[in-house]
C-alpha cells in the first residue's frame, strides 16, 4: 500500500466516522450564535420538607452529591449556591434535565424536570463537561470528544498530504490556506 492509498484511506474512514459528531457540533453551535427568547416549563417531580445537617454544608459538592441521592437520583450533576439559603442541584441529563433545589431556611427539596427543547438538547451535548461530572458515562462523553478532537487533527493533516502529494496544481490550495489564515487571523486581532 502506498503512502497516498493510506492517507487517502485514513481521511475517508476518519470522514465517515466522524459524520455524527461533526454534524452535532455544527447543528449545535446554531443555537449559540441565535439564542432564543423562549424558557422552557419545567414540571415539579416532588416538593417536600427536607433537612440537611449543616455540618454537610461545608464542601458544596459533597453537599450537592448528598442532596442529589437523597432526591434519588445519581450520576453526573452541578452544584452552586447563589444564596446563602438556597443550594442548586442539576442533575445533567441531554433530554430531560433535572434541577433540585433545597431551600435551607425552608427545609424544603424541590425537584423540577425539564420538558424536552431542542435547542437545549444540542447546546448541553456542545457544551457537556464530562471530566467534571460523577458517572462512568460523563467520562466516556469526555473521553470520545478527546478522541474526535485528535481525529478532526488527523483529518485535517490528511488533507493537507493528499492535496501535496496529488498531482496537479496547487495554486487553489495555496489560495483557500491563505483566505482561512487572513480571515481567522483578522477576526482573532479585530476582536
Known amino acids: ?4 492509498l493510506f492517507v487517502r484511506r485514513l481521511h475517508l474512514y476518519l470522514g465517515l466516522a466522524l459524520l455524527p459528531w461533526v454534524v452535532m457540533f455544527g447543528l449545535s ?8 427568547q423562549l424558557q422552557p416549563k ?8 427536607y433537612r440537611l445537617d449543616a455540618a454537610t454544608t461545608g464542601d458544596l459538592h459533597a453537599t450537592g452529591a448528598r442532596i442529589l441521592r437523597d432526591a434519588g437520583f445519581s450520576g453526573g450533576f452541578y452544584v452552586n449556591q447563589p444564596t446563602p439559603q438556597r443550594i442548586n ?14 431551600f435551607i431556611d425552608q427545609q424544603r427539596l424541590l425537584a423540577e424536570e425539564r420538558e424536552f ?3 437545549q438538547f444540542l447546546t448541553s451535548m456542545h457544551a457537556h463537561n464530562g471530566y467534571a ?10 473521553v470520545v470528544i ?3 478532537c485528535l481525529a478532526l487533527i488527523v483529518w485535517i493533516a490528511s488533507g493537507y498530504v ?5 498531482p496537479g496544481s496547487r495554486s487553489w490550495g495555496w489560495i483557500a490556506i491563505a483566505a482561512g489564515v487572513a480571515t481567522f487571523g483578522y477576526v482573532v486581532a479585530v476582536l
Not at 442541584?89 to 433545597?102: D, K, L, S
Open 146 to 148: 478527546d478522541l474526535v
Open 133 to 142: 461530572l460523577d458517572g462512568p458515562l460523563n467520562k466516556v462523553w469526555a
Open 42 to 49: 419545567w414540571t415539579v417531580q416532588f416538593d417536600r420538607p
Open 29 to 36: 453551535s446554531y443555537p449559540f450564535n441565535h439564542p432564543a
Open 89 to 102: 442541584v442539576t442533575h445533567t441529563n441531554f433530554m430531560h434535565p433535572t434541577r433540585i433545589t433545597y
Open 1 to 4: 500500500m502506498t503512502l497516498l
Open 117 to 119: 427543547v431542542w435547542r
Open 162 to 166: 493528499m492535496w501535496w502529494l496529488l
